[in-house]
């Protein structure tokens, strides 16, 4: 998973470039802003090499550019029953 910074984003209408130190290293292929983690959150394919969690990097969107950091998945537990950001 990946977890974008900056203020709230549309949801991505088409797969974005992620980048690290410009080079391009993967796609962003979905993206919201989640009111339970207070964030963006979003996934896409990444690098195996550059998809270490922690890992930062640059999505390139129409808005500029935005840095990300690889995360671990799901946002949502297994069971579904709340969200993983809940406490």
């Known amino acids: 998973g990946l977890m974008i910074d900056g203020d709230p984003i549309r949801p991505l209408a088409f797969p974005f470039d992620c980048q690290i130190d410009g ?3 993967g796609i962003a292929t979905s993206a919201c802003y989640s009111p339970d983690y207070a ?14 969690l922690g890992s930062e990097m640059t999505i390139i969107a129409p808005e500029g550019e935005l840095a990300a950091r690889v995360v671990p998945l799901p946002f949502f537990n297994p069971a579904r029953k709340t969200a993983a950001g809940e406490r």
């Open 23 to 25: 080079a391009s290293m």
């Open 39 to 52: 964030s963006n959150i979003g996934m896409g394919f990444i690098a195996t090499e550059s998809a270490e």
